[in-house]
């Protein structure tokens, strides 16, 4: 039989617990080649710079625009 709680916690000791329970806000840094709001220690998604060098090279808008007509 598995083991059951003895007695109920009161509603302010469920609020405390559920108090922690809530979404974090996302945190962000601003990227210093595009000055682009990033998320920290991750390639830049508009202009594909890491530590100040580019790792990625990024497709402009216009010549995917292209590419698709
Ligand atoms: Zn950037």
Do not use: F, W
């Amino acid at each position: 039989m598995p083991q059951e709680p003895k007695k109920r916690h009161s509603r302010q000791r469920q609020g405390k617990r559920r108090a922690s329970i809530h979404l974090k806000t996302q945190k962000s840094v601003v990227c210093p080649n595009c000055a682009g709001i990033i998320i920290p220690h991750t390639v830049c998604k508009y202009c594909g710079y890491y530590d100040k060098r580019q790792v990625l090279t990024m497709k402009k808008k216009q010549e995917k625009e292209k590419m698709g007509k």
